[in-house]
């Protein structure tokens, strides 16, 4: 198994540390040669997502991203990259993100919530997080903080409005590696 890391900016470095401990080989993405290396997911890390868009696109990456995942292509995006997933970016996935929706970098904190699937509540940081406003069918909510929707999975699509990759918690990377 081989997992591309979108390396834009983010938290891409602490995703890899995650895949490593786990035993999963990756790589990094920043140009179309990296993309063009074989894969059997991605991961979009938190980040700036305007800038990570107009990266997407200066590097022309955003269509052959956006063809692989519309095609299967296991994706998990954390913080920015589950904004990038939603119906005003890449359009991948049908929910509809409220972006800072925890206020500015003071806003960030960190607690434990209930996950769909799991029978232990999971560490959640989050760090001027998004949530989901808005779900379409097909989409299956995975994880609410305080009435709002912070994680959901859309066929082998899965997002978190949460850092998972800066706790220890190995389950959502996981839960992510059984869709791949």
Known sequence: MRIAVLALQGAFIEHRQMLER?????????????????KDGLIIPGGESTTMMRLLHDLQLYDPIRKAIQEGLP???????????????????????????????????????????????LPMTFIRAPYINKVGDGVEVLAKVDGRIVAARQGRQLVTAFHPELD???SVHRLFLDAV
């Open 22 to 38: 786990l035993g999963v080989e990756s790589f990094e993405v920043r140009s179309q040669h990296d993309w063009q290396q074989p």
């Open 75 to 121: 994706t998990f995006g954390t913080c920015a990259g589950l904004i990038l997933l939603d119906q005003q970016h890449l359009g991948t996935m049908d929910i509809d993100a409220r972006r800072n929706a925890y206020g500015r970098q003071l806003g960030s904190f960190h607690t434990e919530a209930a996950f769909r699937g799991f029978d232990h509540p």
């Open 168 to 170: 220890e918690d190995l």
